[in-house]
């Protein structure tokens, strides 16, 4: 069973820079997530949790329309950790983010992922 761990979360001001890591661990030999696709998702208070950024097994990336061209997700297969890199942050980023394993129909439906990990706090003050 695949294993997740986020951290890089904090609070920072609008126009600033994070970035966030989902370390994994578990799964089979080779690499921690097997073929799954690794996602991170955001949840903000009282909202409904949302997609923000995804990876396929094989490289390829995905990003919800609100964060195109400020955010990049990419993987590091030797370390089995994901990152999310946040640029020009703005206050309506404020979200807990967790990331998600899972091997979904639909990328950005949090029901096709089986594994969750606890999330991390980002809070972008204007």
């Known amino acids: 069973q695949v294993q997740l761990v986020e951290s890089g979360g904090g609070s920072v001001q609008a126009g600033g820079s994070l970035r966030l890591s989902c370390a994994a661990s578990?799964?089979?030999?080779?690499?921690?997530?097997?073929?799954?696709?690794i996602a991170w998702f955001r949840q903000a208070s009282g909202k409904e949790r949302e997609a923000v950024a995804g990876?396929?097994?094989?490289?390829?990336?995905l990003y919800a329309d609100s964060v195109k061209g400020r955010f990049t997700i990419s993987q590091d297969n030797a370390k089995k950790t994901f990152y999310l890199q946040m640029n020009s942050l703005k206050p309506e980023d404020t979200a807990m983010y967790y990331c998600?394993?899972?091997?979904?129909?639909?990328?950005?439906?949090?029901?096709?992922?089986?594994?969750w990990g606890q999330g991390t706090q980002v809070t972008v003050s204007s």
């Open positions: 998600a394993a899972g091997y979904p129909a639909v990328w950005d439906f949090s029901q096709g992922y089986d594994v």
């Open positions: 578990g799964g089979n030999s080779g690499h921690a997530y097997g073929n799954y696709v």
């Open positions: 990876i396929r097994s094989n490289g390829s990336t």
